[in-house]
């Protein structure tokens, strides 16, 4: 073979194994993509365990208005029979122990965020488990399928 003939097999050999190689995974992505599937297992099991009985009492309350025009949102729920409320969604990571409602009067639970302008979807977790979105918010399923709600952040 003189050096003016390609190796027809070699470059082609190479590039496939390129191709076939996985591209490396984003920090963290396994980690949040295995607690979301672990998340959504556990709403299937309440779901199928009578638990939507219980989901479908707690009533929710959705508030969407700044506070003296001071850039806060206002997010509350109404959940009699929960120990504690938390609030998760795009701006948490979808973490359960960043942000944690007060309760105020009663059965009512609330916290007050200061958000950038954007669109972001939440839900609600009580302490028992139970993920909830809110039903006077505009639906938006999470990614995985899961129903959670929407809120609009405004510049104004």
Excluded: C
């Amino acid at each position: 073979m003189n050096a003016d003939e390609l190796h027809s097999d070699e470059p082609l050999q190479t590039a496939v194994t390129a191709l076939r190689a996985a591209p490396p995974l984003a920090p963290g992505l396994a980690d949040r993509t295995a607690r979301r599937g672990r998340r959504q297992a556990a709403i299937r099991r309440v779901a199928l365990s009578g638990g939507a009985l219980s989901i479908i009492a707690v009533a929710a309350l959705f508030i969407r208005q700044p506070s003296d025009d001071d850039g806060f949102v206002t997010f509350a729920l109404v959940a009699p029979a929960s120990a504690g409320v938390s609030l998760v969604g795009d701006f948490t990571d979808w973490e359960t122990d960043r942000v944690r409602l007060e309760r105020t009067d009663g059965d009512r639970w609330e916290v007050k965020l200061k958000l950038p302008p954007g669109r972001y979807r939440f839900a609600y977790v009580t302490d028992e488990g139970n993920w909830l979105a809110d039903a006077d918010a505009p639906p938006a399923l999470d990614d995985f399928g899961g129903p959670t709600s929407m809120v609009m952040v405004s510049s104004e």
